[in-house]
């Protein structure tokens, strides 16, 4: 019983740091692309009238919606979401505000 309950509790410790680590790419980004933590998950919404995405973890701070892959990035202090389109186009925006909202 011991064993389980300590088998728990690092899972629960161990999904709180996988968010935590998440969570610092949340934010709107610049064109009012937003990406938002819920559930322990990151979310893409293009617009706000949009129903959003879950973003897929692709390993490291690569994720990907269908064919299209998102990166994040940092430079000093500033995040950036580089889109990656299936035509092989990319767009990278940085983040204008942190955001707390789910989706």
Do not use: C, K, N, Q
């Amino acid at each position: 019983l011991l064993g389980r309950l300590a088998e728990a509790g690092d899972a629960r410790a161990a999904a709180r740091s996988a968010a935590a680590a998440l969570a610092r790419w949340a934010g709107v980004y610049d064109g009012g692309h937003r990406v938002e933590l819920a559930d322990g998950r990151l979310w893409y919404r293009r617009r706000a009238a949009v129903m959003p995405e879950e973003l897929l973890p692709l390993g490291g701070d690569r994720f990907a919606a269908g064919a299209t892959r998102f990166a994040f990035e940092t430079s000093g202090a500033t995040a950036r979401l580089t889109i990656e389109r299936p035509d092989g186009s990319r767009l990278a925006y940085p983040r204008t505000a942190a955001v707390a909202a789910a989706p």
